[in-house]
């Protein structure tokens, strides 16, 4: 069969139709296979009719009609259909083929089918794509890592269908060897499972404390869009409030409230419990999904358990531009604690991860694109080294003009027992990252006391590690010392 296309792409749900459209949009020619071959022919008399795309009907017929070197690139679901393909396509790849895995796979595995694949004399990338069913076709942010020498032969085609800031810079370059790039991929879902939670708190808040209608929360987010909040999923909120149902009314309100959810927010913060980073709005942001999981305990628990009702008598304007402000903060926290984390993993697995960059790539197509990224790029453009967005000096200044508002509606929330475990959460984080002294003197002598672990002093050097018996039976003898 002659060598016809420029790239291949393995799996035809809604990512990889509209990726492949995206493409053959660009000017590449496109090879299109699924395993179930009847997808190809409905793909190919469908969406793709007339276009240059080629349905393959079998692995062999779409390795064959790729020109050289060979680029593969796998949409499929994450887990054993990634490795299952990786084996069928191995026979018949030659050295330096490339095979790309632009699903959510858990970084782990990137690392070790990158070092696999090489072992085997081919390149692999992992590469996280987010932007969901539109990004995918008119452009998504793409965030690549794997097998250095695989980029500059996918890097015409990947930035070519990214998403692009200004219509100029593209929403994609190389993050960094193994998983680097599906690690920076499931921080950028884990800062979205954050900003998504906020944004619900907030929105329970003025329902709940406000008794706001869907129709008036509509006008509050619409605003916010046009301001410092702008942002994509700020934008879908507004769209979403306004949308009514069939008889006229929210559809919003007729939305079962239980949230479901893939994986990645738990992984980001399996992570940072791995990596000792202190995630705490992300984690919330998990188990408050998981909270509303069980649905069927939480209406029995509420005709048990009691708390107070709702209730406001102050200003409602002030106490809405209270909310923008504390939803500002949460969101700077949030942010902040995702490049700690990338920080972390960068120095644990010798990543040279582009902090600035990242922010750029997430600055279009992406779930979290939004204006404020812009600020963090410039943070990071201005200092590389910045070790917390925190310490920027805008960021700082932000945290500052907001600290009042996010504080008054925290307590409101709290006297109205109206839970809002995201922003409160980061509000904890807040204090305790500019608290010069914590309470962890006292858990450190409760940990010496028990079991022995040794404490440090305010009055010696760093490193020297001390035990007291304090009961008078425990003699001198002290655990290791040791930080898991």
Known sequence: ???????????????GENLILNMESKGFHVTAYNRTVEKVEDFMNGRAKGKKIFGAKSVEELVKSLK??????????????????????????EPGDIIIDGGNSHFPDTNRRTKYVESKGLLYIGTGVSGGEEGALLGPSIMPGGSVAAWPHVKPIFQAISAKVDNVSPCCDWVGENGAGHFVKMVHNGIEYGDMQLITEAY??????LGMSADEMHLVFKEWNEGELDSYLIEITRDILAYKDTDGKPLVD??????GQKGTGKWTGVAALDLGIPLTLIGEAVFSRCLSAIKEERVIASKIISGPKPSFTGDKKAFINDLKNALYASKIISYAQGYQLMQAAAAEYGWKLNYGGIALMWRGGCIIRSAFLSKIKDAFDKNPDLSNLLLDPFF???????????????????????PVPAISSALSYFDGYRCERLPANLLQAQRDYFGAHTYERLDKPRGEFFHTNWTGRGGDTASTTYVV
């Open 1 to 15: 069969m002659k060598e016809i296309s420029d790239i291949g792409l393995v799996g035809l749900a809604v990512m």
């Open 68 to 93: 050289r070197p060979r680029k593969v690139m796998l949409m499929v679901k994450a887990g054993k259909a990634v490795d299952d393909f990786i084996e069928l396509l191995i026979p018949y790849l």
């Open 396 to 418: 700082k200044d932000k945290m500052q003009l907001c600290q009042e508002g996010w504080r008054k509606v925290i307590s409101s929330a709290i006297t109205s027992g109206i």
């Open 254 to 259: 007729k939305i079962l409230d239980t949230a």
């Open 204 to 209: 329970q808040v003025m329902k709940d404390i």
